[in-house]
């Protein structure tokens, strides 16, 4: 077979599969329809006029939703990377070069989750999401240094090595200027005491993407058996103020 026909006869394959899959995940919610959250597609629609259920439609998803992979009774934090993450790569590798640099296990778990919100969450205020979501998990250092990492992305630190990234100035524009908000929250991280701790995120941060590194979470089990506490009930079950945001990545689509 000509390498060409069974590249087709792969792809055909993919398809058919991926087809079979969805066949089985739509019988699996039979009648029950899935209604998005608002700010799943506000923009998309104008969310004023709200979320139309189709007409005619009595039953809703209550549950965990068919079409995602099962998560386990007690859900671990590589329970998520494995489940409910999109592509991790960028958090290893980050992870990676904090250990490599001889940085401070706090600094490696904090490079390791600090960008969690981005590939499981919510994209907006990310650094402010994923540092509520490990907040009960964490030493605080940690969750602070998360939450800050994203506003000290916008604002250089020539003493630390730290520039503005290009990839921002390709991003966002030459003439974009960080908002109000978040030059008034660089200016209260700038006088704390964890400063250093949240400018090693963003200084392991910025170079960081090379699509073609391998690495596995494996490489961080230790790191993160001694500096997250794994609650025993699981992540969502557990009563933390943070479980619910870990019960929403679980059943994102859940009526209520
Ligand atoms: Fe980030
Ligand atoms: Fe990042």
Redesign the pocket.
Known sequence: MAPDESGAKRSVDVVSEADRLEAEAAAALEDQTVLKSVLYVSGEIDPRGGVAAPAGRRRFLIGEDPRLPAMPEAPTIADFFALRFGPSS??LQ?ARRARKAGCDEKVVLACLL??IA?IGFIRADHGFWAAQLVEPYVDPEIAWAIRM?QVLRFFPDDEAGYEYPQMYVDFFGEDFEPPRWLVAEYERARKHRWYMTARQITLN?EY?FDPNAVVSLDEFVDVIGRNFRQPEEGLGFDGSPAAHMWRTIIAPTRFL
Request: aromatic share 0%; proline share 0%.
């Open positions: 960028h958090l980050s600090h960008d981005v990492h941060d960081s």
